[in-house]
């Protein structure tokens, strides 16, 4: 055997040795999720459709569709499509406050979804009771540990928590002290940790502390499989962190749920229309129901319009603070390919770390 090809045989045991070790750590999210990696593409609306969807299925992870405000029955011609397209486990994130949630699930049963995922608030005991009952896992967002017990309690089979640094609605709190506050307490059910993760490094960390595996939503928008229009994808390539804003609320009484995006013209505008809406119904041009709406409408349809249309300065470019890590376009094998090189290489320094420390604590025989 020559050099070169003893390192290369060495190297590639290292890499199977370290490789071992991160599917160790993350053992409990791909059992519960039955995928090679505990890596979910966090469901975002208009954007996790069945080609991303089922290409990070395709690629080892878990795609989650984004009901969004789908109908019952679009709902099911998209999990019908996801199907044709791989043949791995994926799952359907719907909204909570979904006027037809129940119909939704009973669509994710009728197709033989493995998992449920539910956004936008605590979901009922009944809801998760009636995603289990179609055979499905269910799933949920935990702001705390103690709604992440309670979920628990009440049926959930995982839950998401998920970080202020994330795109989309955000609560909060920082992903870092969400996981320190739940995942070293909440060993009842698997946690997938959400939010600002953009390196493989992060992802291990997490996994030490106890997460069974990470959600990613930002770093996959730029997967060349994703369907978002160039614009939007360009608009994610060029951003830094500080470009992924939280929307602001600038009157406790007409509130406005905090959405993290890229800022843009629409997002200044909305500043100046609360005002104005402010205004009239402080003079009382407008009733404050009104106005409430008014406020509330103000975002109808943007996402779609900047995503699908390419509109970026009138549509709302939702965006997590890892934005600042997404640099090119590049199929979703290489973004999961990555992330997964670098929690190997940080297993692999630390391995080396140790080895040297044990060879420090070594007495040498002139230290004798
Ligand atoms: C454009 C966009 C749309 C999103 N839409 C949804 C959604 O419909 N439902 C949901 O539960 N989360 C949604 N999210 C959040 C993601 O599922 C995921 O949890 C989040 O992106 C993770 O944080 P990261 O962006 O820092 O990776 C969205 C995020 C983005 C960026």
């Known amino acids: 055997m020559t050099d070169a090809t003893s390192h290369a045989a060495e190297a590639s045991a290292q890499s199977r040795l370290y490789r071992s070790r991160l599917d160790r750590l993350w053992k409990r999210g791909r059992d519960f999720l039955g995928t090679r990696t505990a890596v979910m593409g966090g469901a975002m609306s208009w954007v996790s459709e ?10 080892g992870g878990f795609g989650v569709l984004a009901c969004g405000s789908m109908a019952p029955d679009q709902l099911a011609a998209e999990i019908a499509g996801t199907k044709a397209l791989t043949d791995k486990p994926f799952g359907v994130n719907v909204i909570n406050m979904h006027p037809a949630l129940d119909q939704l699930i009973d669509v994710c049963r009728e197709q033989g979804v493995g998992h449920v995922v539910v956004a936008g608030g605590l979901p009922s005991a009944a809801t998760l009771r009636r995603i289990k009952d179609g055979g499905a896992k269910a799933m949920a967002f935990a702001p705390t540990l103690t709604a992440g017990r309670r979920l628990a309690k009440h049926g959930a089979d995982a839950l998401v928590i998920e970080g202020t640094e994330a795109g989309g609605h955000i609560g909060p709190v920082s992903t870092t002290v969400l996981a320190q506050e739940i995942l070293p307490d909440l060993r009842e059910v698997p946690v997938f940790v959400a939010g600002g993760i953009g390196r493989g490094e992060t992802i291990l960390s997490y996994l030490e502390l106890g997460a069974a595996g990470v959600q990613v939503g930002t770093r996959f928008v730029c997967a060349t499989e994703c369907v978002a229009h160039p614009n939007f994808k360009q608009a994610f390539i060029r951003a830094s962190a500080r470009d992924a804003q939280p929307s602001v609320q600038i009157d ?23 005002r104005d809406i402010i205004a009239k119904v402080d003079s009382g041009i407008m009733s404050r129901d009104e106005g409430m709406l008014e406020i509330e409408h103000f975002w109808a349809g943007a996402l779609r319009r900047a995503v699908i249309e390419g509109d970026v300065e009138n549509g709302s470019l939702m965006a997590g603070q890892s934005v600042g890590l997404v640099t090119r376009e590049q ?3 290489d973004i999961l390919a990555e992330l997964i090189a670098q929690a190997e290489s940080a297993l692999a320094r630390r391995a080396m770390d140790a080895a040297s420390l044990d060879l420090m604590a070594e007495p040498t025989v002139g230290a004798l």
């Open 50 to 59: 069945r080609h991303l969807v089922s290409a990070i299925s395709n690629a």
């Open 252 to 274: 406790p009484r007409f509130p406005v749920i905090p959405v993290r995006a890229l800022a843009n013209e629409a997002s200044k505008r909305f500043m100046e229309f609360q």
């Open 331 to 333: 199929p979703v094998a």
